[in-house]
């Protein structure tokens, strides 16, 4: 009995193998892709000419327990269950702009994940950090002043483990609770933050030993371990620690680069999450002066940094911190990136094998090769052989997963 196939016809295919962008066709079947190439034949035809065919873009880095508003006060009006109800449309904003898999970096809990994967909501494959690790007083410490915790992303709830760890055996007690809820991938912060009012992005948290247990922890059940790391010294701490990839990378110096490039790091550098602090609060979203302070010092940094990576060949992978800014502009991160340097392909690769290599799914997602899952983007507006990305993320048309349209863009 022959399988449906389903051939997307002469569009000018990003593959993300590294091979040049061509026209070709790309033949789909049982939800996987089985051959690249042209004048390929199916029985399903879908015209891809004056179209861009892409893997499915992956986002290493959003949170969907926020979209956008960290004002205690939008927290503490929100009913506990709706914030699951709030996902399942940020999820689905998510995949319009092609995203169909991503890191959850923390808030999401293994429900979330298990609904999209039974198929009860549309949104784009998780891979699970859920809490954020943080020493008491560190970037992801839920306490305010008036000794309260704030509800929201980091507060413990029955699938959201208490984040907050002090010392090497609290820290092994600590991923295997977050292993045991779900997590998929553990995430650390080895400095303060710019959202968080005590803390400062400058500074480096957690010790060696503490690291170290994390890391041997995390690797004994087969995780990676993600960094939010702003602080030179947490960014050097968390590569010699052995930490696969770095958050933000706000004050990268040279011996951080070259530890980078040694040990093979990723970089994933939410280029447009300090601005979306600060058009938050033009949007009239209540935030403290303090975090507003630290998100406009951090703007020009944060953007040399990130430029010096790219210029050393840094490994990078797109992600945005998407939460932080309100879902559904991830692909303002892909403009940002190129206008640091990055050539198109590279901003696309980064968005595609890149992403895949970091989270260790690139056995089955990340190119468009026979044997992967075929999750794959259509964008309209493409004009000959060269790959331009103005105005990408108003040009998605078609988003499918697993060989299915799951989107039409937004
Ligand atoms: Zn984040």
Redesign the pocket.
């Known amino acids: 009995m022959s399988r449906q196939r389903t051939v997307f016809r002469g569009g000018l295919v990003f593959d993300g193998t590294g091979a040049a962008p061509a026209v070709a066709d790309v033949v789909v079947a049982d939800g996987l892709v089985v051959d690249v190439g042209p004048g390929l034949d199916g029985d399903e035809i879908v015209d891809c000419a004056g179209r861009l065919v892409s893997p499915g873009l992956i986002d290493c880095?959003v949170?969907f327990m926020a979209d956008g508003d960290f004002s205690p006060n939008t927290h503490a009006n929100t009913p506990f269950s709706t914030n699951f109800f709030l996902a399942a449309e940020r999820m689905a904003r998510t995949l319009a702009c092609g995203i169909t898999t991503v890191r959850e970096?923390?808030g999401t809990d293994l429900g979330v994940k298990e609904a999209r994967d039974r198929g009860m909501v549309p949104g784009p494959r998780m891979q699970l950090s859920i809490a954020?690790l943080s020493q008491t007083g560190g970037h992801g410490d839920s306490w305010a002043v008036c000794g309260a915790h704030m509800p929201g992303m980091m507060d413990a709830h029955p699938g959201r483990p208490h984040n907050i760890v002090d010392g090497p055996e609290e820290m092994r007690r600590k991923v295997r609770e977050l292993v045991r809820a779900g997590a998929g991938v553990i995430k650390v912060c080895t400095s303060g933050g710019v959202l968080s009012p005590r803390d400062d992005p400058q500074h480096a948290h957690f010790t060696a030993d503490e690291l170290e247990m994390l890391v041997a922890e995390a690797t004994a059940a087969n995780r990676f371990v993600m960094a939010?790391a702003q602080a030179t010294q947490g960014i050097k701490n968390a590569v010699r620690a052995g930490i696969r990839s770095i958050?933000?990378g706000i004050w990268l110096d040279d011996e951080a680069i070259s530890m980078m490039l040694d040990r093979g790091t990723y970089l994933v550098p939410?280029l447009i999450?300090p601005r979306g602090v600060l058009e938050a609060a033009d949007r009239g979203i209540d935030i403290p002066d303090v975090i507003l302070d630290k998100a406009r010092a951090v703007i020009d940094d944060h953007r040399a940094s990130i430029a010096r990576a790219i210029e050393a060949g840094v490994r990078i992978a797109m992600g945005t911190?998407s939460?932080?800014t309100p879902h559904g502009r991830n692909l303002e991160e892909l403009e940002q990136m190129a206008e640091l340097g990055m050539g198109p392909n590279a901003v696309l690769a980064s968005s595609t094998s890149v992403a895949a290599e970091l989270m260790g799914l690139d056995d089955e997602l990340g190119t468009l090769e026979a044997g992967k899952r075929a999750d794959l983007v259509l964008f309209g507006g493409q004009d000959g052989a060269d790959i331009d990305l103005t105005g990408l993320k108003d040009r998605v048309e078609a988003v499918y997963q697993d060989g299915r349209l799951v989107s039409t863009g937004a």
Do not use: F, L, Q
Request: hydrophobic residues 30%.
């Open positions: 880095h949170h970096a923390g954020i939010h958050e933000h939410t999450a911190d939460g932080v």
